[in-house]
Structure formats: C-alpha cells, structure tokens
Nanobody
Framework: QVQLVESGGGLVQPGGSLRLSCAASGNIFRFFYAGWFRQAPGEQRELVAT???????NYAESVKGRFTISRDNTLNTVYLEMNNLEPEDAATYYCNADYGTGGSWGPGTQVTVSS
C-alpha cells in the first residue's frame, strides 16, 4: 500500500502562484502514473493534470499554460506548479498516483484564490 499526502495549498490572491506537492510513502515499487484532480464545493471532481511513466503530460484546457505537473524520483514526490491563479481555480486539490501497487489518493489540500 502506498500513502499519498498533499501539501502546499493555501490562500493566494488572483494572479498569484502556488506549488502543490504530493509525497508518496510506503510500498513503493516504481512510478507509473500521477494525476492532480480538484473539487470545488458542490461540483464534481475534475482532472487537472496527469503525468505518465514516459513523462508525458496532459492538462485540462482551463489550466493549460498556467499549471505544470512534474516529479522528483528521488523524493517520490509529484508537484503541481500553479501560476496566474484565478478565482475559478479555488478547490480542494487531490493527488492520485500509482507506484506499482494500484492507484492511491491523498486526503487533499485546499486552495483558496481571493483578494
């Protein structure tokens, strides 16, 4: 079993930046996939960005050019760099990743975008 913990959320003004981290621990075999999702109150959880074993990335249209997903193999950590944040980006952000034992979810980190 792999445990994921997100961090880096907080309050930021519109136009600001945050970097979210998703640290994996436990029975890590190898990296296969990671994705960042978000869910605003009253909304369904939506895909924000994905990163596969070949370092192929994919982004939701709403965040293209503003968000970047990346990983640090030595730290077993996946990041989401978020720039030029908009009020519509406010949500709880969740990490989902597969390190060889099936997908796991973290508890989420809250991002608030407000002036």
């Amino acid at each position: 079993q792999v445990q994921l913990v997100e961090s880096g959320g907080g309050l930021v003004q519109p136009g600001g930046s945050l970097r979210l981290s998703c640290a994996a621990s436990g029975n890590i075999f190898r990296f296969f996939y990671a994705g960042w999702f978000r869910q605003a109150p009253g909304e369904q959880r939506e895909l924000v960005a994905t990163l596969t074993i070949g370092n192929k990335t994919n982004y939701a249209e709403s965040v293209k050019g503003r968000f970047t997903i990346s990983r640090d193999n030595t730290l077993n950590t996946v990041y989401l760099e978020m720039n030029n944040l908009e009020p519509e980006d406010a949500a709880t952000y969740y990490c989902n990743a597969d390190y060889g034992t099936g997908g796991s979810w973290g508890p989420g980190t809250q991002v608030t975008v407000s002036s």
